[in-house]
């Protein structure tokens, strides 16, 4: 097994936990601290209270902080200060912004509260309390549990900030046709604190109950004076006795559960249409070599399939379908090996060609599914997307579903999600992560068996139905309807009733399910007070979901009929969507603050530091932009990244080699076979470079690929430029390091820390990962979108940029906005995020060091000194005339990134030794 598939992923949250913690706990208190989800047939309503005491002799500013699902909507925000309730409103998005500008344009802070993540998306707000006073903050958000792969999945975070003396999570799940098996995983479930947790499960009821004390929050794995974090998933299915499913009428309206399993399984066409254009290269292109193997073992031996590999141009495995056996599977196999990044994407040449492939292979009795996976946007071919769309619309013709997937952040998500719409569809985001071969081939899982094609659910009796006809249905989903009972009179028990048939195709026959009707349910179960009109919310709930997605499709006037309709029960539920803003109202003389449902695909907005008011403490946290510690050690190294076209030599002089150890830990496919190009000896022979031997440096994988491969389509790899700052003069110097190289960036023999970088390859600038070795079993790896935590022992964690403190016996992390720092005795390491051309880089620093420690690596190097010449392109160092350039470049050792002159010289000049020094062979 691949080991990125053996890597068990946890989200754990951020919440405002940074270094200004120990102002943080002296001033407020989280006496109490509870979510209570309550799931009634598949509905969960869940609300998270948090009640707090200004323990400060003074008025102090108090943050509530929470992550809620994606895929829930909030749908109510109470603070209770002082027996004053303040509620959030709900309004239209539009309506919101405009209070929202004229806060802003007032001249007062008024902040965007929510952020995107995986899985996860933010809610954070504070309110000034006074002396001595208390406040209660409740958030409320509710979803409709989707079923996947055979299973429910209710996701719960929670990191209260601080141990909390009463900390209760409360979970009840009511399904009336029988809980067929329940099961707690998530971080809060495998860690320490997993005694903490209760589970008691009658035939139709169960319940979760977690309360950890006190000292097992402060005590457990990684938890510390900022207590617990992370998740509890509660997994569940039910009891189907009945394959036509269940219906449930409650309040007026009904809901219809249709997830039958006891099917053949119908065999399918399917063609993957995978882009191989520059930009998959690397991590992205192995990843998905790897998924596509493991997925063409899955495929059975009836299904047929197809492969088309495309860039600018367009490369069919084979020009038709076939059928998947054996000695088919080892032949595509032997493709999907061989597939390497190249040129541009032409989307629209790709699926035109696999929506033929599908149409020339026509059977009766089989399903026919197109899955494209891409990672940018057209840039070759028909670009203009939406004569891309209305060609694989028209191409299609509603004939069978076509999939996209978009591979990590520079796609359009829209775009896609909006051409899968558009053909019955769905669009799923692949993260640039370790696990993204396990995520591609789990979206593959759950299309993998239709049971079902065709699927038209018809009811008599019932008004304001939900989506009634289905495409497909796969095994391990369930297709859910939601109305409204016709001429529901409370009064009269003569309701209409509702009465329900289904038809579809199976695989080699029409089924047809007649005369479905409502199991009567005289008992409500318990529901969350207040929401027992939850049938109701529900149906509100998949309604607007629904007109979500068709608004997306539409044009004009029925656009703006589909988006009133999903805005209006949007505020009669009052569901914080897409259309909608939550304005969280406050104390007089406090701002309010709008709370937006964030896009998916949106990148996580750079929320501004909110600078303490004199007078009262601040929010938690240092500011970020001053007060650093100064940056100008007697040792200060800058480094900076350059324009294209710098005077030195590049990567011509080298031949990249790759050992097969280099690959990082998450290269599943060994079997790839790359091959070794160093002249320079065997392998074990590399970075030992002695004199008068040929330098040998190291590349990544893609590059040796690509440079060996397909030399002419390669874009000129810009070098990235480092600043070092000199002793007793004013310009620093600079010199450049080749892409993609792997560079020792510090290490302190004596303790064994030390810092490695990753220089960002093809047009990239910066570094694409820095990762610090604390010691041999605490490791940090920093990567553009995610930080992730590696300690002997325990689960691996990943972070996004977001505010964290994680502390260890030998070290604390604490993660800023765009900027983690990892201090060590009084090493101090600052890793940068910046945003350049769209994309992200890092840049490592030094920001404290010990004096009297002598440190190797490229940021570990002595000041050197220099001489200016007479003539304006010299300098002298260390005696020797070297030929340097006054250049400007800009410093990403800063957080604001000035830009600033230098003198490039060759790097063995600047660094005092070769490149071959400073280079490691692995991360
Ligand atoms: C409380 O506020 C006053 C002024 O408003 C200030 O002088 C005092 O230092 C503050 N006390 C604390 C503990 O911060
Ligand atoms: C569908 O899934 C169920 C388990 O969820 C399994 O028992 C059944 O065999 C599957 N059907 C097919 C056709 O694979
Ligand atoms: C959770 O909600 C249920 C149903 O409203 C209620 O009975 C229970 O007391 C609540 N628990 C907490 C901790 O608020």
Not at 361 to 385: F, M, N, R, W
Not at 483 to 494: A, H, P, Q
Not at 825 to 833: A, E, N, W
Not at 869 to 877: A, M, P, V
Request: aromatic share 8%; with cysteine; glycine share 8%.
């Amino acid at each position: 097994m691949d080991r990125a598939v053996a890597v068990l992923f946890i989200f754990v949250s951020f919440l405002h936990t940074t270094a200004g913690q120990s102002q943080t706990k002296s001033n407020w208190d989280i006496y109490s601290f509870h979510i209570n989800s309550t799931v009634t047939s598949r509905y969960a309503i869940t609300v998270i209270t948090s009640r707090v005491a200004n323990r400060h002799d003074n008025s102090t500013e108090i943050d509530f902080h929470v992550k809620i699902p994606k895929t829930a909507f909030i749908s109510k925000f109470r603070m209770t200060i002082d027996g004053q309730i303040y509620d959030g409103v709900v309004k239209q998005k539009e309506e919101a912004k405009r209070q929202y500008s004229a806060a802003v344009s007032r001249g007062q802070s008024a902040g965007l509260v929510s952020a995107v993540g995986r899985t996860l998306e933010d809610f954070k707000t504070s309110v000034t309390v006074a002396a001595h006073k208390k406040v209660t903050f409740e958030l409320t958000y509710e979803e409709l549990l989707q079923r996947r792969l055979g299973k429910y999945e209710l996701l719960i975070n929670a990191q209260p900030g601080q141990p909390v003396k009463d900390l209760k999570i409360e979970v009840s799940v009511y399904e009336k046709p029988g809980i067929n098996y329940l099961k707690v995983e998530g971080s809060l479930a495998s860690k320490d604190l997993a005694n903490a947790i209760t589970k008691t499960h009658s035939d139709k009821e169960a319940w979760v109950n977690f309360y950890p004390t006190q000292q097992q929050q402060m005590t457990c794995e990684g938890c510390g004076e900022n207590g617990f974090s992370g998740d509890l998933k509660i997994i569940y299915d039910v009891e189907r006795p009945q394959s036509q499913g269940e219906i449930l009428e409650y309040g007026g309206f009904f809901v219809h559960y249709f997830a039958p399993s006891g099917l053949p399984r119908i065999p399918k066409n399917v063609v993957f249409i995978i882009d191989q254009s520059g930009s998959m290269h690397g991590k992205k292109i192995r990843q998905t070599r790897s998924a596509l193997l493991k997925i063409l073992e899955d495929l059975g031996e009836n299904d047929h399939f197809g492969l088309i590999l495309f860039d600018d141009r367009i490369s069919p495995w084979k020009r038709e379908l076939l059928r998947a056996t054996q000695q088919n599977l080892d032949n595509a196999k032997e493709f999907v090996r061989s597939i390497r990044d190249r040129g541009s994407t032409d989307i629209n040449a790709a699926v035109l060609e696999g929506v033929e492939m599908i149409k020339r292979y026509h059977k009766e009795g089989s399903a026919s599914v197109l899955i494209l996976l891409t990672d940018g946007d057209p840039t070759s071919g028909v670009t203009q997307l939406s004569r891309i769309q209305s060609n694989v619309r028209e191409a299609i013709g509603k004939n069978f579903p076509l999939y996209c997937l978009g591979f990590g952040f520079d796609v359009n998500f829209e775009f896609l999600q909006k051409m899968a719409q558009e053909n019955s569809g769905v669009a799923r985001r692949i993260y640039e992560d370790s696990d993204a071969a396990l995520q591609l081939k789990g979206f593959y899982e759950e299309v993998a068996i239709p049971l079902l094609t065709s699927v038209e659910m018809n009811y008599t009796g019932a008004t304001n139905l939900t989506q009634t006809t289905f495409n497909l249905y796969y095994n391990g989903s369930e297709i859910v309807v939601a109305g409204k009972i016709l001429n529901n009179n409370i009064d009269d028990f003569s309701t209409e009733e509702i009465i329900c048939e289904i038809i579809a195709t199976s695989r080699d026959s029409k089924v047809k399910y007649s005369d479905i009707k409502a199991t009567k349910d005289d008992k409500l179960p318990a529901v969350m007070s207040g929401y027992e009109n939850f049938l109701q919310r529900l149906w509100a709930c998949l309604t607007v979901k629904q007109l979500l997605e068709k608004e997306l499709t539409l044009t004009g006037e029925e656009k703006e009929a589909v988006k009133k309709e999903a805005l209006d029960l949007s505020l009669k539920y009052s569901f914080v969507t897409p259309l909608t803003s939550m304005v969280v109202t406050k104390p007089e003389g406090e701002d309010s603050q709008v709370a937006n449902k964030p896009k998916e695909g949106e990148k996580p907005p750079q929320i501004p530091v909110r600078m303490g008011i004199p007078g009262q403490p601040g929010p938690p946290g240092p500011p970020l932009s001053a007060g650093h510690p100064g940056l100008g050690g007697h040792f200060r190294t800058h480094m900076v990244s350059g324009p294209v076209g710098s005077s030195l030599q590049m990567s011509g002089d080298y031949d990249f080699a790759l050992p097969a150890a280099a690959a990082d830990y998450e290269d599943e496919d060994e079997d790839v076979g790359y091959a070794m190009l160093s002249p320079s000896g065997p392998r074990g022979d590399f970075g030992m470079a002695g004199p008068g031997r040929h330098p040998v440096i190291h590349a990544t994988h893609s590059s040796t690929l690509e440079s060996t491969e397909t030399p002419t389509t390669r874009p000129a790899r810009t070098p990235v430029r480092f600043l070092m700052a000199a002793e007793g003069q004013s310009l620093p110097l600079c010199f450049d390091i080749p892409a993609g190289h792997l560079v020792k960036l510090l290490q302190d023999p004596a303790s064994g820390l030390s810092m490695n970088g990753e220089v960002a390859s093809d047009e990239g600038q910066g570094f694409k990962k820095v990762i610090i070795h604390v010691n041999a079993d605490v490791h940090i790896e920093c990567e553009p979108y995610e930080i992730t935590l590696k300690m002997k022992g325990l689960d691996i964690v990943h972070f996004l940029w977001r505010q964290h403190t994680q502390k260890t016996s030998s070290m604390i992390l604490s993660i800023r906005d765009d900027e983690v720092e990892v201090s060590s005795g009084s090493l101090h390491i600052v890793v940068f995020r910046h945003q350049k051309d769209g994309d992200r880089l890092l840049w490592p620093t030094v920001r404290q060091r010990p004096s009297n420690t002598v440190f190797e690596g490229i940021m570990g190097k002595q000041l050197v000194t220099y001489e200016e010449h007479q003539s304006t392109s010299k300098l002298r160092i260390k005696d020797e005339e070297v030929s340097a350039s006054k250049v400007s470049t800009q410093d990403f050792s800063v957080k604001t990134a000035p830009i600033v002159s230098c003198w490039l010289v060759e790097v063995k000049f600047a660094l005092q030794g070769e490149l071959a020094d400073h280079t490691v062979s692995k991360l």
